[in-house]
């Protein structure tokens, strides 16, 4: 059985920083992809960042790109995402997925099979 676990969310202000962490257990990291998704209320789940060829490869969502960055351990089987230079619009329930994704649906929900129950991170002053 495959879990994710997330952690790592909390409240921050403008400009600041946190980090991210997802644990996987049942679910080999350096065979497959993990992403981060976040969802705001009353709108779509949307892409973040994914990573995978033990950590070869990453992808990042142009709305975050030189402000977010995603990295993985593959012996602690966990993936993170740091986050600096937060703003409001950062303020979303963020999701860790893993999978087998292809190359086509590394930035799609539909490409990953496993879900976390999801981290709140709130940008606000």
């Known amino acids: 059985q495959v879990q994710l676990v997330e952690s790592g969310g909390g409240l921050v202000e403008p400009g600041g920083s946190l980090r991210l962490s997802c644990a996987a257990s049942?679910?080999?990291?350096?065979?497959?992809?993990m992403a981060w998704f976040r969802q705001a209320t009353g709108k779509e789940r949307e892409f973040v960042a994914a990573?995978?060829?033990?950590?070869?490869?990453?992808y990042s969502a142009d709305s975050v790109k030189g402000r977010f960055a995603i990295s993985g351990n593959s012996a602690k089987n966990t993936v993170y995402l740091q986050m600096n230079s937060l703003k409001s619009d950062d303020t979303a329930v963020y999701f860790c997925?893993?999978?087998?994704?292809?190359?086509?649906?590394?930035?799609?929900?539909?490409?990953?099979?496993?879900w976390g129950q999801g981290t709140q991170v709130t940008v606000s002053s």
């Open positions: 990573i995978r060829r033990s950590s070869t490869e990453t």
């Open positions: 049942g679910f080999t990291f350096s065979g497959g992809g």
């Open positions: 997925a893993a999978g087998y994704p292809i190359s086509s649906s590394l930035r799609s929900p539909g490409g990953y099979r496993y």
